[in-house]
């Protein structure tokens, strides 16, 4: 094979072989812009190199042949003493890994060639600053030095200087901080620094090969599931500089602002510095747009290459560039990141200015996008004090007095406080403080930390990792850098779709595009704006190509009249439970103490016209829709007191010689009913078989409701659903129950009731045992919670609190099983009782209902194994039907 690939032989399309970097340049470069003369070693060489822990047979004299052309091309001769070519070498894999993979610059200089680059720059200072980031450089990557031995010995030779700037560091200074640099070096190596420059090469290749495994890199793959094997190719490129004085620079550009998404000259230039120095911010960088002044020619060469980038990749590319004397060269670019209100901007704009068609701009746009321009947001128009910024580890815009203890957070929002839970890190003691607090704001830890993933899981706002922020819990107080003070109870706003973090509070308001989807903004109207505008024009196409329907779990009438506004169509789970909740707790401990059928049947009569008046009014909001009503499911025990709060008021009745005879009965029934693993127990079908009476009541509830609305003139679709059938058999008894009923009731009214019944299929058992279970059902709906929990063996009320941020620390998975289906298990699972169920009934119904039916990648998943619909909060209802259109688009 071959290993080595001139920039002019490759293209974009080679991502896989070249890396994202280097099938970039290539492109760059056939395109004719201004690319440095380089080469590109494959991620196949990458690949062996790890594989065998040597360099493929034939890669030296590829790497030889190539460096010959490009010396010939660059009329230098590599490290030569009296004109040196000097090279970069950079990692460049697949997906970006930003700043995960190493960089080694001014390959070639050494004690003879530092001369050549001094005469022919006619610069000695730049000369050997080149040099010595040379050896600091190589030192770290290469040669496995700790960096701040060098950043040391920098810092001493300006304390020894008494200046504080490196720009008043001189010729003379740098070329003694290269002997110094060059001791740290032997005496950390027991080996001089090599001074052959294609040794330099060839080692500073193997470091690039060898950084794909080092441990940063591997964890941030797992993160982002990036395959482990996939490997970094090596981009070989001359040198060009940006320190070459105030007629050189770098830089970077935007063809479009990447947060709002608008049209414009967007970027940043540093005069006289090479790329490192802008990473690092040693000096300030100005707006692109002041290059047009300090550099008209090289400005306008970069406007054109803009344009041209953008007509040719027709999307918004990021780039990096550098002015050499006057000369722009082009060294990266890519297609950039973008905020989500950006790329919904220009994936509209694009469309607009017939770049795209609309079917590509939905491949511009995702469903976390969306879900992020849903929540409510800080007032863009008002004041605001920023005192720092973190990372935005879960959206939301969240105000509150800052709290420094979970104690302190619970007893403050128990009287009704708004707090913010300011830690430096979280750990599970406080859980309970940041349930109650309004958000959460930590100063370490990433997007993997444990506040980070337990606030996501909560749905709670969070910035986390604000470094600048110095927390004191002790004290009770942070502080901020630029001088401001924070005390407990002083008012914070944090914005987790930013970062930021404000002092004071920072008004809140409905996100515009919530506003649109709640029909209050109608999107032909002035009040709509240009963003609110592309949503609209995407959701319509993306409503017209999906195959999956998109229904809501709503429990009250409010929530499934919101969710048809938000685009439901149906209600594909209606939980029951809370219906037996407030008032009604009464009736429900009534029915579990009785002792006689008739106290049984007492209650049970006295809960049935609650019900029926519950399902008239679903049936009402939804009214022509389905409606999956789910027949009760909790474990009994839930509905009952808690059993310490129960024992001290028995005892204390007891002590007190008062009457309890009716505690005591409950305590008793509690005791009765506790079980080792509720989830495990008594709920679900197993409910409607043990108690009897309780299922034909809902069903009778459900059919009476119906029959109701028919006479209103509506037209009710009720289905029945059967929650925790691990067989056939338990099926099949309900199934017959619920029939009867249903013709007693339609006898009753006059009308006749046939709707359909179905099952959740959330327990292996029943997945494995589809086929059978479909005799019998009518339709599916995957409980894919239950399911990921029984699959699994965990505890999906725990784990997220408990190991979770373990796991994901170690990379045992990127996400939450409970969060995005598990494809490989959960997910095969699904596949199965999909084939099984229809091989059985070709037209069973297959639908799910767990939290994975707003889930992006879950949505593309249920698309593929060929579901009719999926479920999910109202809320994650748009986001569900952008993600199905984008499956089948
Ligand atoms: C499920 O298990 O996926 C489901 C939807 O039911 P619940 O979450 O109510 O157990
Ligand atoms: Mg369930």
């Not at 290993?3 to 974009?12: D, L, T």
């Not at 000097?86 to 050494?110: D, K, Q």
């Not at 441990?215 to 981009?235: D, K």
């Amino acid at each position: 094979p071959k290993y080595v690939y001139e920039f002019a032989e490759g293209n974009k399309d080679l991502k896989d072989l070249l890396g994202g970097k280097g099938a970039n340049l290539a492109e760059m470069t056939n395109l004719g812009l201004p690319v440095p003369p380089g080469f590109t070693i494959t991620t196949d060489a990458c690949r062996h190199y790890l594989d065998h822990g040597q360099t493929p047979d034939g890669l030296d004299t590829e790497i030889e042949e190539k460096l010959r052309a490009l010396e010939a091309r660059m009329d230098k001769k590599l490290g030569d003493a009296n004109d040196p070519l000097l090279v970069s070498v950079r990692s460049g894999a697949r997906y970006s890994m930003p700043g995960m993979m190493e960089t080694v610059l001014n390959i070639g200089l050494n004690d003879d060639s530092v001369h050549g680059l001094a005469a022919q720059a006619g610069d000695e200072r730049f000369a050997w600053d080149s040099y010595r980031r040379l050896i600091q450089m190589f030192g770290k990557t290469v040669l496995d030095i700790d960096g701040d031995l060098f950043e040391d010995a920098i810092e001493e030779a300006k304390r020894a200087k008494g200046i504080t700037n490196d720009l008043d560091l001189d010729a003379a200074d740098f070329e003694r901080l290269v002997q110094g640099f060059k001791d740290i070096v032997a005496e950390q190596t027991g080996r001089g620094f090599p001074g052959d420059p294609r040794e330099q090469m060839d080692l500073a290749i193997r470091a690039v090969f060898e950084s794909w495994n080092a441990p940063r890199a591997a964890l941030y793959r797992r993160q982002e599931r990036i395959p482990a094997t996939a490997g970094t190719a090596v981009n070989v490129c001359s040198m060009v500089f940006g320190n070459m004085g105030m007629d050189s620079g770098t830089g970077v550009a935007f063809t479009r602002d990447p947060a709002s998404g608008q049209q414009g000259v967007y970027g940043d230039y540093l005069q006289n510095a090479q790329g490192e120095d802008v990473v690092a911010g040693v000096r300030n960088t100005v707006p692109l747009g002041d290059l047009e002044r300090i550099d008209k020619g090289s400005y306008d060469e970069l406007m054109s290459i803009m344009e041209k980038l953008e007509n040719h990749y027709r999307d918004l590319c990021d780039i990096e560039f550098t002015v050499e004397r006057g000369k722009l060269w082009m060294l990266q670019t890519r297609v950039g990141k973008r905020t989500a209100a950006a790329a919904f901007r220009i994936a509209d704009q694009l469309v607009d200015q017939g770049m795209i068609t609309l079917s590509e701009a939905v491949t511009r746009v995702t469903g976390d996008q969306l879900a992020q321009l849903m929540f409510p947001r800080f007032d863009e128009t008002a004041e605001r004090h920023r005192i720092g910024r973190g990372m935005n580890a879960s959206p939301g815009a969240a105000v509150g007095r800052a709290v420094f203890d979970s104690y302190t957070a619970i007893k403050w929002s128990r009287s009704g406080e708004s707090v913010i839970l300011c830690r430096r890190e979280t750990n599970p003691d406080d859980l309970e403080g940041m349930l109650s607090a309004q958000g959460i704001l930590t100063s370490r830890g990433g997007k993997t930390s444990h506040a980070a993933v337990v606030a996501r899981g909560m749905g709670k706002t969070c910035v986390c990792g604000a470094e600048e922020l110095d927390i004191d819990t002790k004290n009770r107080r942070m502080a901020a850098p630029g001088g401001d003070v924070v005390n407990e109870g002083d008012v914070v706003s944090i914005d987790g779709t930013s970062g930021e973090v404000y002092l004071g509070e920072v008004p809140v308001v409905a996100s515009p595009v919530v506003r649109y989807f709640e029909g209050v903004t109608d999107p032909a109207s002035s009040e709509a704006d240009d963003l609110v505008r592309a949503v609209h024009r995407i959701m319509r196409f993306v409503d017209a190509a999906r195959r999956l329907d998109v229904r809501a779990n709503a429990d009250t009438a409010e929530d499934a009249a919101r969710a048809r506004r938000m685009g439901a169509q149906g209600v594909g789970l209606c939980r029951t439970e809370h219906m037996f909740l407030g008032d009604r707790r009464q009736l429900v401990e009534q029915l579990i103490l009785a002792d006689t059928d008739k106290e049984q049947e007492e209650a049970l009569a006295a809960l049935l016209p609650l019900q029926r008046a519950d399902f008239v009014s679903i049936f009402d909001s939804m009214d022509d829709l389905p409606v999956t009503v789910r027949l009760l499911d909790p474990p009994l025990h839930e509905f009952l007191p808690d059993v310490t709060e129960l024992s001290v008021r028995v005892a204390v009745a007891e002590a007190r010689g008062e009457k309890h005879e009716n505690d005591l009965r409950l305590l008793q029934a509690v005791h009765k009913l506790h079980e080792q693993n509720p989830m495990l127990g008594l709920r679900g079908v197993r409910l409607g078989l043990v108690v009897p009476g309780l299922f034909t009541m809902q069903v009778r509830a459900i059919a009476q409701a119906a029959a109701e609305r028919r006479k209103q003139g509506g037209t009710p679709r009720p289905e029945i659903m059967i929650p925790l059938v691990g067989t056939v058999q338990e099926l099949e008894i309900i199934r017959e129950e619920s029939m009867r009923v249903l013709r007693e009731v339609g006898e009753e009214y006059g009308v006749e009731l046939d709707f359909p019944i179905g099952t959740m299929i959330e327990l292996p058992r029943a997945a494995l045992t589809a086929g059978q279970i479909a005799e019998s059902a009518e339709f599916f709906s995957f409980g894919t919670n239950d399911l990921t929990q029984t699959v699994w063996g965990f505890s999906r009320d725990d784990v997220e609190a408990s190991f979770f941020s373990a796991y994901l620390e170690k990379g045992v998975f990127g996400i939450s099983p409970f969060e995005t289906l598990d494809i490989e298990g959960v997910g095969r699972l699904v596949r199965i009782a999909v084939e099984e169920g229809r091989a059985a009934r070709p037209d069973v119904k297959l639908g799910i209902c767990g939290e994975h039916g707003g889930d992006p990648a879950s949505v593309h998943f249920f698309h593929s194994a060929g579901l009719d619909y999926v479920s999910c909060s109202p809320f994650r209802v748009p986001v569900a039907r952008l993600e199905a259109g984008r499956a089948a688009a």
